[in-house]
C-alpha cells in the first residue's frame, strides 16, 4: 500500500504575517521570500497540470457547450489571477466539470450550443459570477459556505458526474445525442442501441481501458494525457474519420482577445439566478479542498480571500470568451503530490498553456470524439462519491437520505433548477436545525455538576427543581417552542416541580423575541408558584434582558452563575 507523501511547506511560508498589501494581494505575500530551490517543484507540478489541462480542458470545453480551444482561453488568465489574489498557495483553479455541466445548464435555457449567441452568454455568465464572488469576498462573506450542507452537495456533484458521463454515452457509442434529463436520455440512448457505429464504440472503449490501465499501473503518468494521445495516433495510423468515426477537423491557434461580451442587461438579469447559485457550489467546492490543503500543511486559510481569487480567475475566464472555472481537484491532487510549493506552478502552467496554444494546436487535428468522451467519463467517476455516500448511510441516515435527494433532483431535473432545489435544501435543512432546540434535562453527578442525564448513567435528577438546558441557541425561530417545553416539563410531572433552573450555555446572545419568550415563561411560571433561574447565561443576553426588563422580572439574583449555585440558591427561598 502506498502513503500519501505530504508537500512541505517552507517554515517562511508557514509563519509569514502578511501586512495589508500582501493581504489584499497574496502573491506579495510569497513572491519576494521565493526560494530557488522552490522552482523545480513548482515548474514539475506546472508540467503535470498542463498534461492534464489539454486534454481534460477541451472535453470539458465541449461540456460547456463550447469550442475544445475554448479551454486554452480561459486557463492562463485564470491561473494568474487566482495566483495573484488567492490566499491558498496548493489549489489549482482552472477548468472543472462541475463549472461546465453547470455553465451549460444556465446557458442552454436562452440559447442553442454552437451558435454566436450562446458563447457571448456563457462568457457572461463567467463574468458575472466572477464579479459575485469578488464582491462577497470584499464584503467578507466567506462564512457563507458553512451554509451549503455538504450532505446535500455530495449528492448533488455525484448526480452531475452521472449527468456529464450519460452525455458522453453517445459520443462512444457513435449515435445521436438525446435531449433532456438523466432518465431521458438514457431512455433514447436504449432506444438507439440498434444505431450503434461498431467502430466508434471499439475506439471509446479502447480509451477507457488505456486509462483504467494507466491509473492502475502507470500512476504517475497523467492517463488522460496517454489517452489523449493514443487517440490521435489510431486515428491517423488507421484514418478513423474515412471509416466513419466522429473526429475534430481542425483547432485554431492563437489566443483569444480580452473583451465585454455582447449582451444585454436583459440577459444578465435572466443568467443572474444562476450565477448566485454556482458562484456558491463553486466556493463550496473551491474552498473545501483548499481547507484540506492548508490543513495537511499546517497553514492558514483566509475564506473571504479565496473568494475574491476565485472570482478574479472567472472574470478573467469571462473577458478571454471562455465559460465558469472552478477549483479541479485531479489536477490541484496531483500538483500537490508533485511537490507544489507555491502558485508559481500556475503561472509556469499558464505560461505553458500559452505554448500549447500558439504552436501546438495542430497536432490535435484528428481527435476522435469518442476519445474525449472517455476521457470526460473517466475524470469525472471520481466525482461519484460513492464511499461518501456508503459512510453517510452508515453513521446518519438522515444525511444519505439529504444526499440522495439531491442526487436525484439533479438526475430527475434540468441542472439549473436542481442547483436552485440544492441551494434551498441546503437553506431549509440550516433553517430546520436551527428551530429545533429540544430540551435536555440534566442531573446531578455526586461531585455535584449538573449534566446530561442520558450521557451520564451515574447522574441522578434533581428531586424538586427541574434543571433542563436547550440544545441550540435560543432565537426567534425555538424561543417560543423551547418557552413551552419547560412550562409543560415543570407543571405536568408528577408532582410537579418546585423551581426551574435553565441552563442558557448554548445561547451566546440572544434577539428581542427569545427574551421576551423568557420573560412570558418566568411570568406563566410564577402564576404557578414556581421560581426559574438563568444559568450560565453570557453578557450580552443578560444586557438585553436588563433592556428589555426581563431581568427585573425574572430577579437579578436569579439570572447568571453556575447550574449548581442556582440549585442551590432556589433551594433555600
Not at 111 to 127: D, I, K, N, R
Amino acid at each position: 500500500m502506498r502513503t500519501k507523501q505530504r508537500s512541505p511547506v517552507a517554515p517562511e511560508l508557514a509563519n509569514e504575517s502578511p501586512g495589508r498589501l500582501s493581504a489584499a494581494l497574496p502573491i506579495l505575500g510569497w513572491l519576494p521570500s521565493y526560494r530557488r530551490a522552490w522552482l523545480g517543484r513548482d515548474v514539475i507540478a506546472g508540467v503535470i497540470v498542463v498534461c492534464l489541462l489539454v486534454p481534460e480542458g477541451m472535453a470539458y470545453a465541449q461540456i460547456a457547450g463550447m469550442p475544445p480551444e475554448t479551454a486554452f482561453y480561459v486557463a492562463p488568465p485564470a491561473l494568474l489571477l487566482y495566483a495573484i489574489f488567492a490566499s491558498s498557495r496548493k489549489l489549482v483553479v482552472v477548468v472543472s466539470a462541475t463549472q461546465a455541466a453547470l455553465s451549460a445548464g444556465a446557458v442552454a435555457a436562452l440559447a442553442t450550443a454552437g451558435t454566436p449567441q450562446y458563447e457571448e452568454l456563457t462568457a457572461a455568465l463567467a463574468l458575472l459570477v466572477g464579479a459575485i464572488t469578488v464582491v462577497a469576498g470584499l464584503l467578507r462573506l466567506g462564512v457563507v459556505a458553512r451554509f451549503f450542507s455538504p450532505s446535500v452537495l455530495v449528492g448533488f456533484v455525484s448526480g452531475l458526474a452521472l449527468v456529464i458521463s450519460i452525455k458522453q454515452v453517445p459520443k462512444i457509442l457513435g449515435i445521436e445525442a438525446g435531449a433532456g434529463n438523466f432518465w431521458e436520455r438514457l431512455w433514447d440512448i436504449l432506444a438507439n442501441l440498434d444505431d450503434v457505429h461498431g467502430t466508434t464504440l471499439l475506439v471509446g472503449l479502447a480509451t477507457i481501458a488505456v486509462m483504467v490501465a494507466v491509473e492502475r499501473f502507470a500512476h504517475r503518468l497523467p492517463a488522460a494525457l496517454v489517452a489523449l494521445v493514443f487517440g490521435i495516433v489510431i486515428s491517423r495510423v488507421f484514418d478513423l474519420a474515412e471509416r466513419g468515426v466522429a473526429v475534430i477537423e481542425e483547432i485554431p491557434s492563437g489566443l483569444a482577445a480580452p473583451q465585454i461580451p455582447d449582451v444585454t442587461l436583459d440577459d444578465l438579469s435572466l443568467l443572474f439566478a444562476a450565477a448566485v447559485g454556482i458562484a456558491l457550489v463553486n466556493f463550496a467546492e473551491g474552498n473545501s479542498m483548499a481547507r484540506e490543503f492548508a490543513r495537511r500543511d499546517g497553514v492558514k486559510l483566509d475564506a473571504d480571500q479565496e473568494l475574491i481569487g476565485l472570482g478574479a480567475a472567472n472574470v478573467g475566464a469571462g473577458l478571454f470568451q471562455g465559460f465558469t472555472i472552478g477549483a479541479s481537484l485531479s489536477k490541484s491532487s496531483a500538483a500537490y503530490g508533485a511537490g507544489m510549493q507555491t502558485q508559481m506552478a500556475g503561472i509556469v502552467a499558464a505560461g505553458l498553456t500559452v505554448l500549447v496554444a500558439l504552436f501546438l494546436t495542430g497536432l490535435f487535428q484528428g481527435l476522435p470524439e469518442a476519445t474525449l468522451g472517455a476521457i470526460v467519463i473517466v475524470a469525472v467517476s471520481g466525482m461519484i462519491k460513492t464511499q461518501r455516500l456508503r459512510q453517510l448511510y452508515t453513521l446518519r441516515r438522515t444525511d444519505f437520505a439529504l444526499a440522495v435527494v439531491a442526487l436525484f433532483a439533479v438526475l430527475s431535473l434540468e441542472t439549473l433548477t436542481a442547483l436552485v432545489f440544492a441551494v434551498a435544501l441546503s437553506i431549509v435543512l440550516l433553517v430546520v436545525r436551527a428551530a429545533r432546540a429540544p430540551l435536555r434535562r440534566l442531573g446531578e453527578q455526586p461531585g455535584g455538576a449538573f449534566v446530561d442525564l442520558k450521557r451520564q448513567p451515574d447522574a441522578r435528577e434533581h428531586p424538586t427543581t427541574l434543571v433542563v438546558r436547550p440544545n441550540a441557541e435560543l432565537f426567534f425561530a425555538n424561543a417560543d417552542a423551547v418557552a413551552e417545553d419547560v412550562y409543560l416539563a415543570a407543571t405536568e410531572s408528577e408532582p410537579p416541580a418546585r423551581a426551574v433552573v435553565l441552563d442558557l450555555e448554548l445561547t451566546s446572545e440572544l434577539d428581542v423575541p427569545a427574551a421576551e419568550a423568557l420573560g412570558l415563561l418566568a411570568s406563566r411560571l410564577a402564576e404557578a408558584g414556581i421560581p426559574i433561574a438563568l444559568a450560565r447565561i453570557h453578557g450580552p443576553a443578560v444586557d438585553l434582558l436588563e433592556r428589555t426588563g426581563v431581568l427585573e422580572a425574572i430577579g437579578r439574583e436569579r439570572v447568571g452563575g453556575r447550574v449548581e449555585d442556582a440549585v442551590r440558591a432556589l433551594e433555600g427561598e
